[in-house]
């Protein structure tokens, strides 16, 4: 099977379900069990870490479909859910670590990743390292004896730095370490991990599964040698998949490879467009060049979504107000992978801390949406039009 057409396969079984289309919600927290003998052989199926329907935590069948679909698509053993992106985040790196030990932080990664290493790790005794993400197998330097995990995204989702994820990933088994990646913005269907060397993949479903700005989502995949771990810490941590969103997400699924391809076109003609502005410094989209590590973008991935940001000249901050304020299409907020086209503001305060910011000071991150490419160019141009008048 061809993948956009898996994409409509995996994860349901009308044939199972009264000949429904799609998988049916299952609303649960106790699960009534027949007999003592079940309840002692769903003692035993727990303690081998198989999926089992026992407590709404653990999950039902409709999680466990969507689970499957996504390791299968991500190329992993196998996937558990989590209520946000960023618990998957945090909570496969918990999984790995223990007191004593050290993690390598890419410079680019998502800031609340960032701020849980700053703030929490330290509690817990595990020291943290930020690198260049640029930085490849020149990350061995850094590798101590201690380095139970190295955290990676590629590419940064502001800043777009395309990391060279094999490269990285050889030192770090050579040493040891797991490699855990942030897969967001590749997406299953532009970027493999697993075929990278990466052995824990994390995904905000929130973004482009979801793909409608109307739910809450995450989810980890693992390789067959760290997944264990990881199923015990989810349920350990108490973390448990809404069904209703868990359904969302299943439904996003199905539409995701024909919203992203028309994202990553609408993106491209963006970038083609703001060339021509005079007050835009630098395109930082994976998939062009002038992009840190776009030659490794082409080598490893297959493609681009609709998220990109640019660099400005010396622009004042009415003028960045001016044209963000009164944008028509573009609303102006974080998150993205929704339907609808984003402008967001960053400047040289980003927490960073090995890294230069790309700009004297102003990334705009734009998120293009499902609109008609001519009039989110209009919206553009009328931006650009406010903000000169405030230069
Ligand atoms: C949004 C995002 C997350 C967090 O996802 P939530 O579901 O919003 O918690 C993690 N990583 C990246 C790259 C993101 O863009």
Same mark, same amino acid.
């Given at each position: 099977m061809?993948?956009?057409t898996k994409?409509?396969?995996?994860?349901?079984?009308?044939?199972a379900?009264?000949g429904?289309?799609?998988m049916?919600?299952?609303?649960?927290s106790?699960?009534v069990?027949p007999?003592?003998?079940h309840f002692?052989?769903?003692?035993?199926d727990?303690l081998t870490?198989?999926?089992?329907?026992?407590y709404?935590?653990?999950?039902t069948? #409709?999680?466990?479909s969507?689970e =499957?679909a996504?390791a299968?698509?991500?190329g992993?053993?196998d996937c558990? $859910?989590?209520?946000?992106g960023?618990?998957a985040?945090i909570i496969s790196?918990? #999984?790995y670590?223990? !007191?004593? @030990?050290h993690v390598?932080?890419s410079?680019?990664?998502?800031g609340p990743?960032?701020?849980f290493?700053?703030?929490?790790l330290p509690?817990?005794?595990v020291?943290? @390292?930020f690198y260049d993400?640029?930085?490849?197998?020149?990350?061995?330097?850094?590798v101590?004896?201690?380095?139970?995990?190295?955290?990676v995204?590629s590419?940064g989702?502001?800043?777009?730095? &395309?990391q060279?994820?094999? =490269?990285?990933?050889?030192v770090?088994?050579?040493?040891g370490a797991?490699v855990?990646? @942030?897969?967001t913005?590749?997406?299953?269907?532009n /970027?493999?991990?697993f075929?990278?060397?990466?052995?824990?993949?994390?995904?905000?479903?929130?973004?482009?599964?979801?793909g409608?700005?109307?739910?809450m989502?995450?989810?980890?995949?693992?390789?067959e040698e760290?997944?264990?771990?990881?199923?015990?810490?989810?349920?350990? /941590?108490?973390?448990? =998949? =809404?069904p209703?969103?868990?359904?969302?997400?299943?439904r996003?699924?199905? #539409?995701?490879?024909?919203?992203?391809?028309?994202?990553?076109?609408?993106?491209?003609q963006?970038?083609e +467009?703001?060339?021509t &502005?005079p007050?835009?410094?630098t395109?930082?989209?994976?998939?062009?060049p002038?992009?840190?590590g776009?030659?490794?973008w082409?080598?490893?991935?297959t493609?681009?979504c609709g998220?990109?940001?640019?660099? $400005?000249?010396?622009?004042?901050?009415?003028?960045?107000?001016?044209?963000?304020?009164?944008?028509?299409l573009f609303?102006?907020g974080?998150s993205?992978?929704g +339907?609808?086209?984003?402008?967001c503001?960053?400047?040289?305060?980003?927490?960073?801390?090995?890294?230069?910011?790309?700009?004297?000071?102003w &990334?705009?991150?734009?998120h !293009?949406?499902?609109e008609?490419v001519d009039d989110?160019?209009?919206?553009l141009?009328?931006?650009f039009?406010?903000?000169?008048?405030?230069?």
């Amino acid at each position: 099977m061809k993948e956009t057409t898996k994409l409509t396969q995996l994860g349901r079984d009308p044939e199972a379900n009264f000949g429904v289309v799609n998988m049916p919600v299952y609303h649960a927290s106790t699960i009534v069990w027949p007999n003592l003998e079940h309840f002692e052989q769903l003692k035993r199926d727990f303690l081998t870490g198989e999926k089992i329907i026992s407590y709404g935590l653990h999950g039902t069948p #409709t999680q466990f479909s969507l689970e =499957a679909a996504l390791a299968e698509l991500e190329g992993g053993y196998d996937c558990r $859910l989590f209520s946000t992106g960023l618990a998957a985040n945090i909570i496969s790196l918990m #999984t790995y670590i223990k !007191a004593g @030990d050290h993690v390598l932080v890419s410079d680019s990664i998502y800031g609340p990743v960032r701020g849980f290493c700053s703030s929490w790790l330290p509690r817990f005794g595990v020291t943290a @390292d930020f690198y260049d993400p640029m930085i490849g197998e020149g990350i061995k330097a850094m590798v101590k004896e201690e380095t139970r995990v190295v955290l990676v995204e590629s590419p940064g989702s502001i800043t777009f730095e &395309v990391q060279d994820i094999p =490269a990285i990933a050889k030192v770090a088994k050579e040493n040891g370490a797991v490699v855990i990646m @942030d897969n967001t913005w590749g997406t299953p269907l532009n /970027f493999k991990p697993f075929e990278h060397g990466v052995n824990v993949s994390v995904q905000a479903l929130t973004k482009y599964v979801i793909g409608h700005s109307d739910a809450m989502l995450g989810a980890v995949t693992c390789d067959e040698e760290y997944w264990p771990q990881l199923k015990k810490a989810a349920s350990e /941590f108490g973390q448990h =998949a =809404a069904p209703d969103d868990t359904y969302l997400a299943q439904r996003g699924l199905r #539409t995701m490879d024909v919203r992203l391809k028309r994202h990553e076109q609408n993106a491209y003609q963006l970038a083609e +467009y703001l060339q021509t &502005v005079p007050e835009v410094e630098t395109i930082l989209h994976p998939g062009l060049p002038g992009c840190p590590g776009h030659e490794i973008w082409q080598r490893d991935f297959t493609g681009a979504c609709g998220l990109f940001s640019i660099t $400005l000249k010396s622009v004042s901050r009415e003028g960045v107000a001016a044209m963000v304020d009164d944008m028509k299409l573009f609303g102006f907020g974080a998150s993205w992978g929704g +339907y609808e086209s984003l402008i967001c503001v960053y400047d040289e305060n980003t927490p960073r801390t090995v890294t230069k910011w790309p700009s004297e000071k102003w &990334v705009i991150r734009l998120h !293009a949406g499902l609109e008609d490419v001519d009039d989110l160019i209009a919206d553009l141009e009328a931006g650009f039009e406010r903000m000169r008048i405030h230069k």
